[in-house]
């Protein structure tokens, strides 16, 4: 039997995505992705991203993984390098391993001992994934949003 054949009887169907079950996808250690990411579900870094990306689940950024860009999602778990601002509707959870160059916007944060930010911290729900091209507020009436053509955008007064 061959392994892409679709004719095998012994192979149990694929299974299918159940609704509001959330899918993983992963950009691996030995990649390096240019450009900008979407899903539904939740994304891993552990290789490097060039480009915003756009998670209605949840951003995991591995020990070693990197972000070059802006991060928009429910949830964001840091554990590598972003270079870029991050936009989380839920929390988002600095760990001793994280370096963030740039600015949070999230109700909730933990920074665990270890863990380095070199921006600006709002506590305020940014609204990540509502409409894609909206600026968001930050301290002193600065205002970061999501640049056109996935480029990293400094805070402008």
Known sequence: MAIFS??????????KQRQGEQGLSVVAGDMQFTGNLETTGVVKI??????DIRAEGQ?????????????????????????GNVFADSRVEVQATSVITGD???????IQEGGRVD?????????????????VNL????K???PAGGAKQDAVA
Do not use: F, H, W
């Open 119 to 135: 921006g600006l911290v709002k506590m305020t729900n940014p609204q990540a994934l509502g409409e894609k091209g909206r600026s």
């Open 46 to 51: 552990e290789g490097t991203v060039k480009g």
């Open 59 to 83: 951003v995991l950024v591995a020990p070693g993984g990197t972000v070059e860009g802006n991060i928009y999602t429910r949830e964001a778990i840091m554990s590598g390098e972003v270079r």
């Open 144 to 146: 970061v949003g999501k």
């Open 6 to 15: 679709s004719t095998g009887s012994d192979q149990p169907p694929p299974k």
């Open 104 to 110: 949070i916007v999230t109700p909730k944060l933990v």
């Open 139 to 142: 301290v002193g009436g600065e």
